[in-house]
């Protein structure tokens, strides 16, 4: 796993920025198994980059857009995503344990796999597309069983203590 600079980081948002105003220029995000762990991605537009495996521990992605991002078997924990979009994202796998998840946006993401223990949650994940073989805390189970499809997932959903 490479560790990309904050420089580097920057530039590759400036790229993808670009691509994401018009696909014949700039480059798409491509973060696949690099080490950003603790670097700085408030209000990045990370929407539809590719952030598979990759180590994002301790990140600031307050206020992020994460639209449509592949986050498969990536490892959020401990990072800040207060007020991210992660609307359709695929977080399959994804490690978001002691992640703040305050006003995150999870409509039609997809969530089977991941682990949510401890993570501060402070929202309604009824949107979400997929929640089976997901980790969750005890205080997670309130936002859980408001879900329409609870009955047909509950037996896959692991529920723990902090």
Same mark, same amino acid.
């Given at each position: 796993?490479?560790?990309?600079?904050?420089?580097?980081?920057?530039?590759?948002?400036?790229?993808? /920025?670009?691509?994401?105003?018009?696909?014949?220029?700039?480059?798409?995000?491509?973060?696949k198994? /690099?080490?950003?762990?603790?670097?700085?991605?408030?209000?990045?537009?990370l929407?539809?980059?590719?952030?598979?495996?990759?180590?994002?521990? @301790?990140?600031?992605?307050?206020?992020?857009?994460?639209? @449509?991002?592949?986050?498969?078997? /990536?490892?959020?924990?401990?990072?800040?995503?207060?007020?991210?979009?992660?609307?359709? +994202?695929?977080?399959? @796998?994804?490690?978001?344990?002691?992640?703040?998840?305050?006003?995150?946006?999870?409509? @039609?993401?997809?969530?089977?796999?991941?682990?949510?223990?401890?993570?501060?949650?402070?929202?309604?994940?009824?949107?979400v597309k997929?929640?089976?073989?997901?980790?969750?805390?005890?205080?997670?189970y309130?936002?859980?069983?408001?879900?329409?499809?609870? +009955?047909?997932?509950?037996?896959?959903?692991?529920?723990?203590n902090?």
């Open positions: 796993m490479r560790k990309v600079t904050q420089e580097e980081l920057d530039q590759i948002l400036a790229d993808h /920025a670009l691509w994401l105003d018009d696909q014949r220029t700039g480059e798409r995000a491509q973060l198994y /690099a080490d950003l762990s603790y670097t700085k991605l408030t209000d990045a537009n929407t539809n980059a590719n952030l598979i495996d990759t180590n994002l521990t @301790g990140v600031d992605l307050s206020g992020a857009n994460l639209t @449509g991002a592949n986050l498969t078997d /990536a490892n959020l924990s401990d990072a800040d995503l207060f007020g991210a979009d992660l609307s359709d +994202a695929d977080l399959s @796998g994804a490690d978001l344990s002691y992640a703040s998840l305050r006003r995150v946006e999870l409509s @039609g993401a997809h969530l089977s796999y991941a682990n949510f223990t401890g993570a501060k949650f402070g929202l309604n994940i009824n949107d997929a929640i089976d073989h997901a980790t969750f805390s005890q205080d997670a309130e936002w859980l069983i408001l879900r329409d499809d609870w +009955a047909k997932v509950k037996d896959t959903v692991k529920i723990v902090n």
